[in-house]
């Protein structure tokens, strides 16, 4: 989906519509140092958004929601009431930076190269851009405050498509 960690930790079950197939991105969490883990608005206003959510994703949702559900009872009284998607053993917030842990350890074991939470990120906006989703959507879903941020950053991206453009045409007039 190519959200950021800080999004992904804010992420609470009612943000997650099965039925419309639809994630809302509507905070952050940060670890601010003297302070600790604190929900606050996404980056930017345009941060805040709807997206569309593949069929697969949807699956491993519904598969995680059952486990959450049944870890959840495992802490009893323990647990703090919480609606967050990815929390601690006792329901409370946990830091973006555990989702890098998690990730590289998956990495690691599976025998693959160690990347980056964020290079996923760019990794999904450069793939979208490269299948032909236009700027605008890209943007929006990225959370770029304007469609020109992510032109800039991804120019090379762009240009491609350009060449690619003027491929099609040029088979138009064959």
Not at 7 to 12: D, H, K, M, T
Request: include cysteine.
């Amino acid at each position: 989906m190519g959200i950021r960690r800080g999004e992904l930790a804010g992420l609470q079950w009612q943000d997650i519509d099965f039925e419309n197939k639809t994630m809302t991105i509507a905070r952050s969490v940060q670890d601010i140092p003297k302070y600790g883990l604190m929900i606050k608005d996404p980056k930017t206003e345009n941060s805040k958004r709807v997206m569309s959510m593949p069929d697969k994703l949807i699956e491993y949702l519904k598969e995680y929601k059952v486990w959450w559900d049944r870890r959840k009872s495992y802490f009893c009284d323990k647990w703090k009431d919480t609606k967050m998607l990815f929390c601690n053993e006792n329901g409370k917030l946990i830091s973006p930076g555990i989702f890098r842990v998690w990730l590289q350890k998956i990495l690691f074991r599976e025998g693959l190269p160690i990347v980056t939470l964020h290079s996923i990120r760019h990794t999904n906006i450069t793939l979208q851009l490269m299948a032909g989703v236009d700027i605008k959507t890209v943007s929006v879903r990225a959370g770029h405050a304007r469609a020109s941020t992510t032109s800039d950053f991804y120019s090379h991206f762009i240009k491609n498509s350009d060449i690619h453009a003027s491929e099609v045409i040029n088979k138009i007039f064959e």
